[in-house]
């Protein structure tokens, strides 16, 4: 098992930032535009698209407002991993900032690069996105 792990802080509130990982089936819109072009919800799982042309099946694992936790699992697509579990959380920092936290554990190891690849890639315009005046209060 590999384990890959993402966090940074970014000038939004927690609660802001919760807004944008709760609406599960808009992360093309408000969570990674650009990194992410298409996300369709079906019951608890959404199928993603990204620019690159990798579509992947993601369940819902957990939406949990208490904690601002999102996490899921990939079920389908491109990617074949035998295990994949993913969370991403918004948790608060001084002066009204918010750190997120993206962890994602994946069978078989040799998964672990291309995914972190684009874990890194997706933090960049994650951070770009949720940083930007305007982007997280309100818009979608």
Do not use: C, K
């Not at 939004?12 to 990674?32: I, S």
């Not at 904690?67 to 295990?83: I, K």
């Not at 684009?118 to 315009?125: A, L, M, P, Y």
């Amino acid at each position: 098992m590999a384990a890959i792990h993402q966090e940074f802080v970014v000038d939004a509130r927690p609660e802001d930032v919760w807004d944008v990982l709760a609406d599960y089936g808009a992360v093309h819109r408000r969570l990674a535009p650009g990194f992410v072009v298409d996300t369709q919800l079906h019951d608890d799982t959404r199928t993603v698209t990204f620019a690159d042309g990798t579509i992947v099946h993601e369940r819902l694992v957990d939406l949990d407002a208490t904690s601002r936790r999102v996490a899921y699992t990939v079920v389908g697509g491109n990617l074949h991993p035998s295990h994949h579990h993913a969370w991403m959380q918004a948790l608060p920092e001084a002066d009204g900032r918010t750190r997120f936290v993206w962890h994602t554990d994946v069978i078989p190891a040799d998964l672990a690069g291309p995914i972190a690849e684009f874990v890194e890639h997706g933090s960049t315009v994650i951070r770009t996105t949720l940083s930007a005046t305007g982007a997280v209060r309100g818009s979608s």
